[in-house]
């Protein structure tokens, strides 16, 4: 291998164009095999690049650099030689030397793009056409990422060479060369894109910042570049027609972005964006064009692509014209016939099995433009969407497209059913029964076993779906594509309350088959369902049976109770073809919290079809149920709603209350029923046959129905994990996440920009820097960083100032790295070289890694900087050189008289807090308790902080709604996990904090936070600093999560509050517990000894009994608990005390998660 290098480098060395582009050829081969090739970059760098060579050794050598790394030496040495070549009188090697601009690195390409602007500038004047290829399509890549345009922010000049480049290009789209008019349509495409999608740009290898002023650069070019698309429409249709057909692709985005923007008026608030941050306004006047010109020129664009929808042959080429069409069917004025061409047209594509690899996108393209085609398009596509997107194999596709069609579906079914009252011809088929009822779908829906999920995310889907129409519809400020869902879904509800009940009994009626389905354990579908049929009944009071005319009902109220008395009927019939157990308990009490009893004909009382037997017939069922299908964690719960329902339906009509209590009586002395159900049935016994003597107090027993359903899996306290619900919770995650994104989706960072302007909260700001430097060093050296855990990486932002009077020539930056970091290129360490750095001007860079894995992580910063760079003073070495090769000889005298001797300066090591590498994770406190005690990883410890002010302060304080603890851990909401607090419960004597995060690699990590309020312990009046102490629990899926975070415990607790709690070892604490409880000994001791009389006065007992209290709630505190002992026996078992503490605290969590948190977030003040 040697030698084959060796032949390498002496062919790079010939001065041979033919010898030096085979050798290169050979450099690259040997790279592809994953060899490492950097001593031949090296000659590749100083023997082609810096040296006169062939266009195509030039090419060959900018190749092999890309694939290879370089040091700082070379890189300068690599744009030298950029420089050079941009001047040469080959415009082809000027074109290989534009091409490589895209791959220099970010930290220099500034002062590159700076130093040579004129040759950059003069290439689009060039008369190659490949070199305006190369520099169009190197500049579109290059002046589109973020780190130019961070780059432009903090020089003006550049920001305007810049602005003319992008002149330029647009301008490209005309020129006479088809491949440079080709790419100059990519680069317009792609700065549109960068613009609309606002997608942080991976190119830079870095996830920037995005400030206001960037923002503001990247509109002004995106206004400029739209307003010359709108001027010159006509010539670039006419560019982009006589273009090779195979290149008319890349035209189509720019032509129809720049004119849908002036169309709906989208440019003119691109154009405020730029103009309120005080940029230099733009010498192009807002839009003069009336709407008969906006509307034509949106027409002419249409009329230039519809022929390519039809007579062309490449699929891609009809998916990307038919699709921007439907974008622009969606201006102001837009017809329904160019949606429908396009839809026929994407759809063919389906039909003729042609581009297969893109049936998610042709089912998204197709649904989300649904509401764009008129009502009868849309009713003759739905039963041919619904059969696509069952094919559709990834669930998230399939999740999206069916809330789409489910939306339509009430969409349709509200706006026909609208226009009928406003005395239009009612349209065939526009009803949701009509919609669903293909035989596919019916046969899915009526089966009672299916292997696929489809029917189960179809009646989720559709049921979510009605319940977002049941909220108040979102405010469209802008027009787009959502607003005109709203406005039809607005008029079909016309803004009333209750209009939403009409689909929805619809889809009630639809989906009844459901209640009888087995579908393996899982219940969320079913859930979904009878959730909705509760909530209908609630509204429609179904209880009090169908109202008349004389009571003020209306004939649609009449009509729809009366439905809905008919389907309660149906699925009582029902209730014995259930094949799920616990739907079956479900459902009974569905239908016996809402069943009118008064209207059961009292003749059929002995009738076995009589709803009432019926009902109770299959509670005896659930109450005797032994067999092995009811699984004991399911018996629990269904058990508990049948008595539930009992009582209920038992104190509301007698014959239900007599039948009730020879069941429950019968319940009773079986053997069936344990301590805690015998118990429960006795209760309920007392209270039936209290109401059936006392009529007039049926309260005692049954409340008013709140719509409300409880069995949800995330409303029930007793929940054990079996597959079947961790399959339900996945749907509904799927389910929730798309009709979310599709009914209340969060607007992009540029819609938010254009609505509250330019001052919006979402505009990042940088961290706070920590200095590296010391006090006394020639440099300051600060530094920040930011985190992208989607790719896994950390961008570590440095500034570097030259302190001293005197102008640095060569400053270097060495970063090394400790912990699971690496660098994205693979090198050990990082060099940044800065040149010729002021005295007092701060200069910037960075480094950018991934990291592996959950470790602690630091990085080392060296500053190594040159006083004699470049002046030759200390170098002047002489030697013999005689016996080595004359070039090496001349290179190593160059280089010690040009760099001299460093001065190297070490900064303290930057370290990575270990809360940065965890995630957000929400979850509900049943399911954190749930997942805590499985976690087996744990790690106890304890923490001190201090409190300024006293007990009577902090007294004061709760009153008027500020926290009487936390004081120590304030810093915590900060933390990037802080939003996934699940819960906190306070007292007055103490407090719970409890926190679930997941790492980036996927572990969880659970973390609780014990501690005692700052009230309890010091009720006096000093001023005096307190301390006080936290227990901090943390439970991890992984040993290695623990073992991390307890290897250095203060490190973790600074990473968690910056510093203000203290670690506190054990045998410290016990210590501190020990002393308290001496001293709290003695005073008990001498209030015993000065013990009264037993005759005295009872108030001084009372005091007495006090303390002792006191005392006791001190010694909890110590240990960092809240709850007290365990009062009063149990009938089951005798708990421990650990035992009882956990019940009482889950009891407490879920109480205050209801009270405080059932409509808001809860936030640590």
């Known amino acids: 291998m040697d030698i084959l290098f060796a032949q390498i480098q002496a062919d790079l060395r010939s001065n041979d164009a033919l010898r030096q582009s085979g050798a290169l050829l050979q450099a690259l081969q040997q790279s592809a095999a994953g060899r490492d090739i950097s001593v031949i970059a090296k000659s590749a760098v100083e023997e082609v690049i810096a040296s006169p060579a062939s266009a195509v050794s030039k090419k060959l050598a900018f190749d092999l650099i890309r694939s290879t790394r370089l040091t700082s030496d070379l890189w300068e040495t690599v744009c030298v030689g950029i420089r050079t070549d941009l001047d040469f009188p080959d415009p082809d090697v000027s074109a290989a030397a534009v091409s490589i601009l895209a791959a220099i690195p970010s930290h220099r390409l500034g002062k590159l793009i700076t130093d040579c602007n004129k040759e950059i500038s003069s290439c689009f004047d060039s008369v190659s056409d490949n070199l305006r290829f190369s520099i169009t399509e190197t500049l579109g890549c290059v002046l589109a990422r973020d780190d130019l345009v961070i780059l432009c922010e903090n020089n003006i000049s550049l920001l305007d060479r810049v602005s003319n480049w992008w002149k330029r290009i647009g301008e490209n789209m005309l020129d006479k060369s088809d491949v440079v008019s080709k790419v100059a349509f990519e680069s317009v495409g792609r700065l549109f894109q960068e613009f609309e999608s606002k997608r942080m740009s991976r190119l830079a290898g870095d996830k920037l910042v995005d400030s206001e002023n960037s923002v503001a650069i990247r509109s002004n070019w995106v206004s400029w570049m739209v307003d010359f698309v709108w001027r010159k429409r006509n010539a670039l ?51 003069e064009a009336s709407n008969a010109e906006r509307f034509l020129g949106v027409s002419d664009v249409v009329s230039h692509l519809a022929p390519f929808l039809n007579s062309s042959l490449d699929p891609a080429l009809i998916f990307e014209v038919g699709l921007n069409m439907l974008y622009l069917a969606d201006v102001p004025g837009g017809k329904p016939e160019w949606a429908s061409a396009s839809i026929i047209a994407i759809l063919t594509l389906w039909d003729r099995q042609e581009f297969s690899s893109a049936r998610e996108s042709i089912v998204r393209a197709v649904v989300t433009n649904l509401h764009l085609l008129d009502l009868s398009m849309q009713v003759s596509l739905f039963k041919r969407l619904l059969l696509m997107v069952k094919n559709l194999r990834a669930e998230s596709d399939r999740m999206h497209a069916l809330a789409c ?32 009822e293909d035989v596919m779908i019916k046969d899915d829906l009526n089966n009672v076993s299916s292997k696929s999920l489809f029917r189960e995310e179809l009646v989720a889907t559709l049921v979510e779906s009605c319940f977002q129409l049941s909220l108040p519809l979102p405010e469209q400020k802008s027009s787009g594509m959502e607003s005109r869902v709203i406005g039809a879904l607005a008029y079909g509800t016309g803004y009333g309350a209750l209009n939403w009940t009409e689909p929805a009994l619809e889809v009630v009626e639809v989906c009844r088959p459901c209640v009888k389905w087995d579908c393996e354990g899982r219940t969320y579908a079913v859930d979904c369902y009878l959730k909705l049929l509760v909530r ?3 509204i429609y009071d179904t209880r009090g049976g169908v109202k008349r005319v004389k009571d003020g009902a209306s004939q649609d109220q009449i009509l729809n109770e009366t439905r809905l008395q008919n389907l309660q009927r149906e699925l009582i019939q029902a209730l014995r073809e259930v094949n799920t157990p616990r739907v079956c308990a479900r459902l009974i009490w569905v239908i016996a919290e809402h069943i009118d009893l008064e209207g059961l004909d009292p003749l059929l009382a002995d009738d076995p079809e009589d709803p009432l037997n019926i009902i109770i017939s299959n509670m005896h069922k659930v109450l005797f149920n032994l067999d092995s299908s009811a699984i004991t964690s399911n018996r629990l719960q269904d058990v508990q709603a049948v008595l539930l329902c009992a009582q209920r339906l038992g104190s509301r009509n007698v014959r239900a209350g007599q039948l009730m ?3 429950l009586e019968e319940f009773r002395t079986d053997g069936v029923a344990d301590s805690v159900n015998k118990h429960q049935s006795r209760l309920i016994l007392q209270r039936i046959k209290y109401i059936l003597n006392h009529p007039e107090s049926k309260w005692a027993g049954v409340s008013e129905a709140r719509g409300d359903y409880p069995f949800s899996h995330h409303k029930l ?46 505009l990042k700001v940088p961290p706070s820097a920590s200095t590296l430097s010391g006090s006394s060093d020639p440099c300051y050296v600060e530094a920040y960083h930011l985190t992208d855990s989607n790719d896994g990486r950390i961008t570590l932002h440095l500034k570097v100032l030259n302190l001293t009077d005197i102008e640095l020539n060569r400053v270097d930056i060495r970063v090394g790295l400790s912990g699971p970091l690496v660098f994205m290129d693979g090198s050990p360490q990082a060099v940044r070289q800065l040149r010729n750095l002021n005295s007092q001007d701060p200069v910037l860079c960075s480094v950018t890694l991934g990291v592996s894995h959950f470790e602690r992580s630091a990085l080392w910063v060296q500053v190594l900087y040159y006083p004699f760079y470049g002046t030759g003073a200390p170098g002047e070495y002489e030697g013999d050189y005689t016996e080595e090769d004359p070039q090496v000889m001349r290179q190593k005298r160059s280089l010690k008289t040009e760099t001299g001797e460093p001065v190297i300066l070490r900064c303290q090591p930057y370290k990575i807090p270990l809360t940065e590498l965890l995630l957000p994770h929400n979850i509900s406190p049943v399911e954190y308790f749930r997942l805590w005690p499985s976690l087996p990883a744990i790690v106890e410890y304890t923490g001190t902080y201090t409190y300024e002010g006293s ?29 996934v607090c699940s819960h906190i419960i306070r007292t007055v004597a103490g407090f719970q904090l409890c926190y679930a995060a ?37 439970r991890a899926s992984d040993a290695s999560i623990t073992k991390e975070i307890e290897s250095d415990l203060q490190s973790w607790l600074d990473d968690l509050t910056d510093g203000g709690v203290e670690y506190m070892p054990e045998e410290e604490v016990k210590e501190v517990a020990a002393e308290r409880l001496k001293v709290s000994m003695e005073r008990i001791a001498l209030l015993k000894a000065a013990k009264p009389p037993p ?50 605290l889950q009891a407490a969590v879920l109480q205050e998660w209801h009270m405080l948190c059932k409509d808001r977030t809860t936030k640590v003040n």
């Open 951 to 979: 007990g009577f302060k902090a007294t004061a304080a709760q009153q008027y709604g500020s926290s009487p603890f936390l004081s120590g851990l304030k810093s915590l909401s900060s933390k990037p996990f802080h939003r």
């Open 998 to 1034: 997941k790492t980036w690699y996927g572990g969880f990590l659970g973390m609780m936070i014990f501690g005692a309020s700052e009230v309890s312990t010091n009720v006096d009046l000093g001023d005096e600093t307190t301390t006080m102490l936290c227990k901090f629990v943390v």
């Open 1095 to 1144: 005759k005295m006065p009872k108030s001084d007992d009372e005091e007495e009994e006090k303390t002792d209290d006191e005392e006791d709630s001190t010694e909890v505190k110590e240990n960092g608990k809240e709850n007290g002992k365990p009062k009063g026996p149990t009938t089951l078992f005798k708990l421990t005390a650990e035992e009882v503490e956990s019940h009482a």
């Open 536 to 538: 209908l009944c609630h």
């Open 237 to 287: 249709m006419a560019r982009s027609v006589i273009l090779p057909v195979e290149n008319f692709r890349a035209t189509v985005y720019p032509l129809v972005y720049g004119v849908k923007a002036v169309a709906s008026g989208s440019l003119d608030v691109i154009r405020k964006l730029y103009k309120s941050s005080g940029t230099k306004n733009s010498e192009v006047k807002a839009s």
């Open 661 to 663: 209590i020879k069941e």
């Open 405 to 436: 069609i489910c939306r339509t579906a009430l969409c349709v079914d509200l706006f026909a059913k609208e226009n009928v009252r406003r005395g239009q011809k009612p349209l065939q088929g526009t009803d949701i029964a009509s919609l669903f």
């Open 717 to 762: 306290t007793v929940q054990f994990y079996e597959p079947a619900a961790a399959q339900d919770r996945k749907l509904e995650g799927l389910v929730h996440k798309a009709i979310l994104e599709l009914w209340r989706p969060d607007p992009s960072e540029l819609t938010l920009l254009l609505t509250k302007g330019i001052d919006s909260s979402l």
